[in-house]
DNA sequence: TCGAATTAATTTAGTAACCGAAGAAAATAG
DNA sequence: CTATTTTCTTCGGTTACTAAATTAATTCGA
């Protein structure tokens, strides 16, 4: 036999780490196929499994010979149901509580009831998690973790909300708060970067190294995967790009500045230009629709809006080189006049170098969307720690 | 006492890892110091410190009781003499080599001979290594590395030269042929990589764990140190600053679109358009002495390459965060114009809350920059492997 | 049908890299 | 000269691995 080729052990913090995102990976996986795919010795293998076959976090599936000399061999898989999650999200107009299991699939969900305060937020969700946990029979102790999706500035360590213009709130220990109520651990998150840990942890960014995430929402937020790790700015605020300036002499942006991104392609931005220029759409799948229906001005608008989010993008790749650019629209637009152009204007403002280096991809995201995000950041939390 | 604080210890792959990063930053600790400072226990310091001494490469300073309670404590401190390292910067006009020891200081200087194809620069760096050697009476026996920086795009992990348009250079396999014909580690790096890496090793970025570096020169680089390692892009082209579009209209550039960076700021644009202009500068520093006397022209040129690079590195800056953002002057612009715009622009285009938090710092470069930074990369390698 | 071959997984023994606690070393204070 | 203080080392133990040998469970071929 060659010698193991162990250039791949240092990309992971620990054996179990390698298993656990091997089998995140892979739908199910035999030991010497873990052995190989991490790099780990399959002695080494055989002991984390059976760690993790005593905690149940694992499971055996019967063993398959399958027409093949030797052995059979016995895949292992994460039981999903081992442990679950709470997932909420924070400064939209609803508030919804999601319970997800291990592979981030939704359980039940439960919006919770309006509130202003921290407290009571923390009350409502309180109400609302033992509801849904009554609702889908799920037993308390199942749980492992909370995470929360903040639309504001987080400081994610501490578990601090900063800011939130939504919310209104400045300095809010929100981790602390609802760790205290309802005996869990507790994680929160600025809402674009939850949304890039669940595409890193559950979705469709499992396997790469280096991506960024782009939310298309109210406002526009990105985030970046950079060496498998969230990448968060020296103080918890990389991946403005809302914020970029497009147009020096453009509409004053609510940061104080003019023609910055948000105002221009920001789904709050076009809701006021349509209903400004007398379209009555309520969502942006109107306002495709009346481009798609012949409005010139909704064409106009969607068109500016993506050519200035392809040059905004086109700087990120020019800057970063991500392998993926993970658009995420959460305001409906749909594959319109809107995603055309951003298509287009990354295609002419991208060096053709990057160009086919660069996967874009588009995803609609459902309602579900941003507290399932929030529940993967308590998964990775729970798995690190194991 | 109180129970040790191991939060820090994840930071680092290794104690022995954590003792040499501690001692690039300060000048002399003592055991005692390392061990807090790095939170590994003080009975691994010994251990390490043992080792280390045993190598040579550490010694001990005289102990200094000074008039304290107690064992005296024995500071310990990087023998720069222990090892040297060569740096190389290929792509240049001229193509000038360092000897450095292990904490950056040159040694020896000593540019090669021309040279056009791969084979020419091996001979020549052959050449000029060994006169290196003499001069400075250095045993060969003390070289652990070559460093070589390459204006161009690298592939570091393989050691090639993917692309140079300065030296006509495509697939070159620079490292191995180097290795092959002097018998020593060779790493490869772009050279605004190597000036990213040159900061952090021995320079002002030594304890910035997030910070970019953009390098002015005949055209714009950049770099970004990430979660302290070095971020190459998913394809080695991260940094692309200098091909973000600032106006599409723009002029063309070298890489077939319109209005880049460089184009507008690049030290080789801003020589052209000085001579299309009828102004005979040479260089930078005589561009802005004209703009000094009151050269209309060179001050438009300067300024609005100023707001061009300026509001590119905005766009760093929100999408990345850094702690600290290093521009390299190496075409000798100095306190001018170009800098005054700079500063200006980045302060109109950048978010006030970012104003405070990301430091900017210009510095002047001197001619053994580039290579001294090479020779970083392999003093770097060097001590890891260790 | 039964051993040979083959592949998977486990066991065993060993190592590197740490840690905590106790102890030794080298000074000062009284 | 002894107690105190601080630094550094020694010692024993743990964790997380590894390599090599061994066992397990199958198919193939005579």
Chains 1, 2 share one sequence.
């Not at 579900?368 to 929030?374: D, F, G, I, K, W």
Request: glycine residues 10%; charged residues 20%; proline residues 4%.
């Amino acid at each position: 036999m060659p010698p193991r080729d162990q250039s791949q052990k240092l990309l992971f913090r620990s054996a179990r780490n390698a298993v656990i995102t091997a089998l995140l990976r892979n739908e199910a996986l035999s030991r010497s196929e873990l052995s190989e795919i991490t790099g780990v010795s399959p002695a080494a293998i055989t002991e984390v499994a059976q760690a993790f076959l005593q905690r149940g976090l694992i499971v055996e599936l019967p063993s398959q010979a399958g027409g093949r000399r030797g052995r059979p061999i016995v895949q292992l898989k994460l039981d999903a149901s081992h442990s679950c999650f709470v997932g909420l999200s924070v400064g939209e107009a609803k508030t919804p509580l999601v319970i997800t299991d291990l592979r981030g699939r939704v359980l039940q969900h439960q919006p919770l009831a309006a509130y202003k305060t921290p407290s009571e937020l923390t009350e409502a969700a309180g109400e609302a998690l033992s509801k849904a946990l009554r609702t889908a029979s799920i037993p308390r102790s199942r749980l492992h973790g909370i995470g929360i999706a903040v639309s504001g500035i987080v400081n994610a360590g501490e578990g601090i909300c900063r800011y939130s213009a939504a919310l209104n709130w400045k300095d809010v220990p929100v981790a602390r708060l609802l760790a205290k109520a309802l005996h869990l651990p507790v994680w929160i998150e600025n809402d674009a970067n939850a949304v890039a840990v669940g595409e890193k942890f559950f979705g469709r960014a499992r396997s790469l190294k280096h991506f960024s995430s782009i939310i298309l929402g109210p406002a526009i937020g990105s985030a970046h995967y950079i060496n498998d790790m969230l990448y968060r700015g020296h103080d918890g605020s990389a991946g403005e790009i809302g914020h970029i300036t497009i147009d020096p002499k453009g509409v004053l942006c609510r940061c104080g500045r003019r023609g910055c991104l948000d105002t221009i392609a920001g789904g709050h931005a076009l809701r006021d230009a349509a209903k400004a220029a007398g379209l009555s759409a309520t969502n942006m799948r109107g306002l495709e629709d009346f481009a798609l229906h012949g409005s010139a001005v909704a064409s106009r608008l969607l068109r500016s809006a993506g050519n200035a989010l392809g040059f905004a993008a086109a700087s990120l790749v020019h800057l970063n080189s991500p392998q993926c650019l993970i658009f995420t629209d959460i305001e409906g637009f749909g594959n319109g006049v809107f995603r055309t152009a951003i298509r287009q204007s990354l295609e002419n403002n991208i060096m053709a170098r990057f160009l086919g280096s660069t996967q874009v991809v588009f995803t609609d995201a459902d309602t579900a969307l941003l507290p399932r995000s929030a529940a993967s950041i308590a998964a990775f939390e729970y798995l690190n720690s194991i």
